[in-house]
């Protein structure tokens, strides 16, 4: 078998990379130079560290448009990832007897969490989507019921890019005055979200897929009726009300137990910081014309199939493809061995959303671009696609 001459990264759905310019710098110097915890100790260092995290909750707030009109940062919990985040949520705020809705679209970072509560007498709905991912907006009021307690939903497919209508939900959500939650890790970074102008009671994200950040952070941003109906999922040393066995009642100590991974957190307010340099509408825009190559190429070659949205409205820069002939996963295997293109073959975590699909149990091959990559990429891809299937 011969070796690939060349090493390209197409699966930024999963995480991104290359990361944004400077985190590992910004990581390693807090490591090297500070290295402390934030509210454990009254000293200088202590102190300089404690203003780089609320600094990154700020940017937060700044990116994601959410000032309520008191301090925003507040409402920042950091986490591990998204799925901690969705987790925090999902757990702190159903009990037994509960509904909810979710859409056809689903991760398995909302669908293990709620399948977890069913014994415990959750119950959930799916609003359908159609074939290419698509949610049905009209088919979503007959499924609430009298106890559905929240609507929670992707805002972006993690296996065929198609963006998910949250502005016309949260609506229906106000309406009946349900909770509204939100996964925003397949488009936070690359699609403007703004939760003053919407009604997102929480949004979870993630710092190493489009904010281009490190692994290992991520959070959400929770609006404070809602915080005050959570109840908190770990417990433990907060560094506040060290008097008292009992968890603090104020956000976000409420929520953040333990040391927060604080060189994740430099890491990210840096990936933010080149974020705001360099505009989300710029981010977008490359990504959307590299899509609409690999689109268009795609569609060209005979012996592949095309899963989800064909064209560039309403989708991200992530892209599944069958193969009509070959197996999937030995297309992917040649793209990796022989061509050094690096994807993901299966069903990419989200069986739920392969369901409504049609690519149950098979799966897709996935290829998911990011705002590094360029198109003279694509163009080999797509050649490489050609004489694998050909």
């Known amino acids: 078998m011969k070796t690939a001459a060349k090493e390209i990264y197409f ?29 454990r100790g009254n000293y200088r260092w202590g102190y300089e560290v404690a203003e780089a995290v609320y600094q990154t909750r700020r940017k937060l707030c700044q990116l994601f448009q959410f000032n309520p009109g008191s301090d925003p940062t507040k409402n920042v919990i950091f986490t ?20 909810v809705l979710v859409s056809g679209m689903e991760h398995n970072a909302v669908m293990r969490p709620l399948c977890f509560l069913k014994s415990q007498g959750v119950s959930w709905s799916a609003m359908p989507c159609d074939d290419q991912g698509n949610l049905q907006l009209d088919r979503i009021e007959p499924l ?12 972006g497919s993690n296996v065929c890019g198609t963006v998910l209508p949250i502005t016309p939900v949260a609506e229906i959500c106000r309406s009946h005055h349900l909770k509204f939650v939100v996964d925003c890790a397949q488009t936070a970074g690359i699609f403007p979200i703004a939760m003053d102008e919407t009604a997102i009671d929480a949004l979870c994200f993630t710092g190493h897929k ?57 890491g990210l307010s840096k990936a933010l910081d080149y974020l705001q340099e360099t505009g989300l509408e710029t981010i977008h825009k490359k990504e ?20 989800g949205i064909p064209g560039l409205k309403n989708r991200t820069a992530t892209v599944s493809i069958l193969s009509r002939e070959k197996d999937n996963a030995v297309v992917a295997f040649e793209l990796d061995q022989t061509y050094g293109i690096m994807t993901r073959v299966g ?16 799966g897709t091959i996935r290829l998911s671009l990011g705002h590094f990559n ?15 299937t050909g």
């Open 11 to 39: 699966d930024s759905a999963s995480t991104s990379f290359p990361k944004a310019p400077g985190i590992g710098q910004a990581m390693a110097a807090y490591l090297d130079t500070r290295g402390c915890n934030v509210g």
């Open 80 to 99: 591990a990832n998204v799925t901690e985040a969705l987790n925090l949520v999902i757990k702190g705020l159903l009990k037994p007897g509960d509904h």
């Open 144 to 155: 609430i019921q009298k106890n559905t307690r929240a609507v929670i939903m992707t805002h």
């Open 210 to 266: 489009g904010l281009l950040g490190p692994q290992g952070i991520g959070g959400v941003i929770m609006k404070d009726d809602l915080a005050q109906q959570l109840t908190s999922l770990v417990q433990g040393g907060t560094g506040s009300r060290s008097e008292s066995f009992e968890m603090p009642d104020f956000l976000p100590d409420k929520f953040e137990a333990g040391t927060l991974n604080i060189p994740g957190i430099y």
């Open 288 to 307: 959307m014309d590299l899509t609409e190559r690999l689109l268009f190429g795609i569609q060209e070659i005979g012996k592949l199939q095309l899963i």
């Open 347 to 362: 069903l990419h975590c989200a069986p739920l959303a392969h369901q409504t699909l049609g690519t149950y149990p098979h």
């Open 374 to 388: 360029t198109l003279e990429e694509v163009d080999y891809c797509l050649n490489a696609l050609a004489e694998i």
